[in-house]
Every structure is written in C-alpha cells, then in structure tokens.
C-alpha cells in the first residue's frame, strides 16, 4: 500500500483551520490554527505534541532532542501510554510504556468545534484491542481514549480477563521546577520509584521539586492544579476514568542518560500523567468498553 501524503490528508479531511504537512522525520503531521488554540499532533502513536490556547503560551512540553521517526517514541507532548506501563511485567525487551505511543494510528474524522476548536478522532486496531483517541484542540485540550475488546472469549486467554495499564502521559512547559506547586494529590498514598519502587504514605502537603522525581500516586481521581509563579498561570488537569497519577521529571543524572532528551532541559519541565497502572490496573472481559479522559485549561495567575 502506498501511504498517504499531506496532500491526501487534505484533501479528505478539509476543515478550516487544519492543514497536514511533514513534519521532522517526514512524520506526517495535523497543525490546527483556529481562533481558540493552535495545536499540532502526528499519527506515530497518536501523538499530540503542540496546544496553545489564544493567549497563553504553548502549555506542552518538547524536547529539542526528540526524535522523528516511525516507531519511535516523541519525547514531549503527549505520549499515550498502552497497554502496560513502565517497563513490561514479564518482558523486559518488549518496549517501555506499550506499543501505542509507536504504532501509526489511522485519522478518521476531523470535525470543526462550535466554540472554535477542531476535533481529532484517531484510531488503532490490535488483536485483541480497538483503540479510539480522541483529541479536542480549543481554549481547552481534552483528549479520551476508549479502549474496546474483541467480543471473543479466546482473547482473554485462560483467566478470560486482560489486565491492562494505560496514561495520557502528558508533559508540560513550565518557568522552573524549583518553583513550582502541583496541588491536589496531598491525600494519595505513592510509589516512589527514586532510588527503586517503594511504597510511601500520602504526605498531606502539595508537591515541591528538589530532586529527581518519579511517583506513581494510587487511588486518586482528582484533579491537579500545577501552580507556575514564573508563568504566571495555572495549569488545571481534570480526569475521569483514571485513578493512577504519575509525577515525573528526570532531574540531572537521568536526564543525562537519554538520549533524546537535552542535558539542560529538565527545569522546564514536568509530567502529569493521567492513568491507570500497578494497583490500579483495569481489568478487561471480552466485549468490554474503558475510557479514560484528561482535560486540561490555562488559567492566568499574578
Ligand atoms: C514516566 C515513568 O512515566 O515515564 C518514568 O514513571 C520514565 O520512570 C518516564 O522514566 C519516561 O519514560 P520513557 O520510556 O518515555 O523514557
């Protein structure tokens, strides 16, 4: 099969305010330019890596030293994290966080918003997994990904359930992690996976920055507010479908060791990640249907 260009692309979804073009690597590439937000995402693992709602600054994060290429990973924007989580249980050669976020999704609709915005509808299929992600880009960003099992009891295998782990493994641009607060975690008990996975009891405080930070906060629905007094905004995150929150920055030493992540680039920025993992996986029947979403806004703070 031949694949499609930016030309066919345009020609099937013509919406005002979207156009398709390369991007780095010859990934095709959506840009959105609308009245309420610009945004940019890329059909290697359904990746959403620019949104800007009009005026605010670009609120996602992207490594200069990202790679562009199929089947690699993005380092930035929003990676979608399925169906496992960190590193795989039993496999450790079989890719970090799953294999959606390097498989090349299909684009099915794209539809104009009424408040301005455009909406992305991508999707993937993979025995025994329909994937549908949607992506909302307007003065809000909400992206919801719907996982579908195959109707088929032989999918499950024995246990006749597929356990599954999943996030919205969204980074965002901010002025300092010296200086920032993320609010609304205070009462969630934690994994801290710095220096190795340890259970720890919720700390009654918003989080602060000093160090490299990897924690996996279980049994949390809520939402998070990351306060940046350099910015001078407020980023809220509201989720549903998820009770797993994943804080993440590399600090000095970590962000050394990847290769495509700038050596100086951690301070400006942090991970919120919206999912389901470790004790908070979800578990699957055939014919079943899980959706988990993330909203995010800006608002301006003195
Ligand atoms: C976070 C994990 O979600 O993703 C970290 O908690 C991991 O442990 C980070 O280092 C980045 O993962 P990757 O595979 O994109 O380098």
């Known amino acids: 099969m031949t694949e499609s260009t ?3 692309f345009n020609n099937q979804f013509s919406v005002p305010g979207l156009r398709f073009e390369y991007g ?13 937000a610009r945004g940019e995402f890329y059909l290697n693992g359904a990746h959403v ?9 670009p609120v996602l994060w992207m490594s200069a030293a990202s790679n ?6 993005i380092r930035g924007g929003i990676p979608l994290c399925f169906p496992w989580f960190g590193p795989h249980a039993d496999d450790p050669s079989l890719p970090a966080h799953g294999w959606a976020r390097t498989s090349v999704w299909e684009l099915s609709s794209a539809q104009p918003l009424k408040n301005q915005g455009i909406s992305i509808v ?9 994937l549908t992600y949607q992506v909302d880009f307007s003065s809000e960003l909400h992206v919801r990904l719907l996982v579908e099992t195959e109707d088929s009891a032989a999918a499950a295998g024995s246990s006749g359930i597929l356990a599954i782990e999943e996030a919205l493994h969204t980074y965002f641009t901010i002025g300092d992690i010296h200086q920032i607060l993320i609010e609304g975690l205070e009462s969630a008990d ?6 190795e996975p340890h259970a720890c009891n919720a700390v009654q405080a918003p989080i602060q920055f000093s160090g490299e930070t990897d924690r996996v906060y279980q049994n949390t629905k809520s939402s998070c507010r990351l306060i940046d007094p350099v910015m001078h905004r407020m980023i809220i995150v509201d989720k549903s479908g998820s009770d797993t929150t994943v804080v993440w920055n590399p600090w000095i030493a970590k962000s050394a060791r990847m290769a495509d992540f700038g050596d100086h680039e951690w301070p400006g920025m942090v ?6 993992a470790g004790i908070n996986k979800v578990q699957l029947k055939p014919g079943d249907r899980h959706e988990i979403t993330a909203t995010i806004r800006v608002q301006t703070i003195k």
């Open 190 to 195: 934690f994994i801290d996976k710095v220096p």
């Open 271 to 276: 991970c919120i990640e919206t999912a389901n």
């Open 24 to 36: 780095p690597g010859k990934l095709v590439r959506g840009v959105i330019d609308t009245p309420a």
């Open 49 to 57: 890596t620019a949104w800007q709602p009009a005026e605010h600054q």
């Open 122 to 130: 991508m999707t993937l299929t993979r025995s025994p997994y329909r």
């Open 6 to 8: 930016p030309a066919d």
């Open 68 to 73: 562009f290429a199929e089947g690699k990973p």
